[in-house]
């Protein structure tokens, strides 16, 4: 790579320009204009920052500007080539949000009038792994749920958390980011914001409500012996009182896998695919889970649900006439 002539058919622009400055006006296009989330944001400022830096390191760089590349010497070559630098790394999934970034980016500079065509256009999409998320069985669960010790603080918090997160099917991140106000015990539904700030409004189960409401008095107290009070405090809390991050959900759903003795472990995204997978077994509709989910495309929900082949079976045999 070192040295190679690239091509400067896509510029459109004056020669010399600086990627290191239109990744920037790119994200602040992101932030701005396309109201992406700050994990949006960061995902492709990392990706794209790793582009630049592997292509100044093998000689594709802007004459006066240390650091820096040229935008007129990317062609889809270099795009093949970074790829290539990373596949033996980098499962196919990576290189393939990778490869989102480039194409975003790209797509963004021909807007802009920078670049004729993008060069990332061409570059075929690894093809990804299929792989089969990890989820709970009914029975493991609800032993899951019964794991936290609801007669302390926290672990009346842990079981609100775990009961949340399987009778709402919400993001992890949606759920550290509830307040007060956005629950209607009355009516049992949960106001969450998504992806992009999308706001929509989901079901909460009996059981989920039952934790909360035992849980919610002392936070209270926690809150205000740290006088954090407030009309919006945040739904689940540390023991300082601040908002709990992903991370913190993330390992106290691990703790109490391990305490529930369970032999597989799942994520809290994990209890998102046990959510609709339940839901699909007991025949809900795959649109209605589409949009208890948040998503816009059926297609992501068909990632998100698994029906097992003993429930294939069985619904075909009740329901073909000429299965038997």
Same mark, same amino acid.
């Given at each position: ?112 009038? %920078?670049? /004729?065509?993008?060069?990332?256009? +061409?570059?075929?999409?690894?093809? !990804?792994? &299929?792989?089969? $998320?990890?989820? #709970? ?111 913190? %959900?993330? /390992?106290?759903?691990?703790?109490? +896998?391990?305490?529930?003795?369970? !032999?597989? &472990?799942?994520? $809290?995204?994990? #209890? ?53």
């Amino acid at each position: 790579m070192r040295g190679v002539k690239l091509s400067p058919k896509f510029l459109l622009s004056p020669l010399g320009r600086g990627v290191k400055e239109l990744i920037e006006k790119f994200l602040e296009h992101l932030r701005v204009e396309r109201n992406a989330s700050a994990h949006t944001i960061r995902g492709y400022a990392s990706d794209l920052e790793q582009f630049r830096n592997f292509l100044y390191s093998f000689g594709v760089r802007q004459e006066g500007k240390k650091g820096d590349v040229a935008v007129d010497k990317i062609d889809h070559l270099a795009i093949r080539a970074f790829l290539s630098h990373l596949y033996r790394e980098k499962k196919k999934s990576s290189l393939a949000r990778k490869l989102a970034a480039q194409r975003s980016f790209f797509r963004y500079l021909v807007d802009e009038g %920078v670049l /004729r065509q993008s060069p990332a256009e +061409i570059v075929a999409t690894p093809k !990804l792994e &299929k792989r089969l $998320p990890s989820f #709970l069985p009914v029975d493991e669960a609800f032993s899951l749920m019964e794991a936290p010790d609801p007669k302390t603080t926290w672990g009346s918090r842990d079981r609100a958390i775990l009961e949340t997160l399987y009778s709402c099917g919400i993001r992890v991140s949606e759920l550290v980011g509830l307040s007060d106000g956005d629950i209607d015990f009355h009516l049992g539904i949960l106001r969450v914001y998504g992806k992009g700030g999308k706001e929509r409004v989901v079901p909460v189960g009996a059981k989920a409500v039952e934790a909360l409401l035992e849980y919610l008095p002392r936070r209270d107290e926690i809150l205000a012996q740290r006088k954090r009070t407030g009309p919006r405090a945040p739904l689940f809390i540390n023991p300082r009182g601040t908002r709990l991050t992903t991370r913190s %959900v993330a /390992r106290i759903l691990l703790r109490h +896998i391990l305490r529930s003795g369970l !032999l597989r &472990k799942v994520s $809290p995204h994990g #209890l998102r695919h046990t959510f609709a997978t339940h839901l699909l077994d007991a025949g809900a509709d795959l649109r209605v889970i589409q949009e208890l989910l948040g998503h816009v495309s059926l297609s992501t929900t068909q990632r998100y649900t698994h029906v097992s082949v003993d429930k294939l079976m069985e619904v075909y045999d009740k329901a073909h006439p000429r299965a038997r």
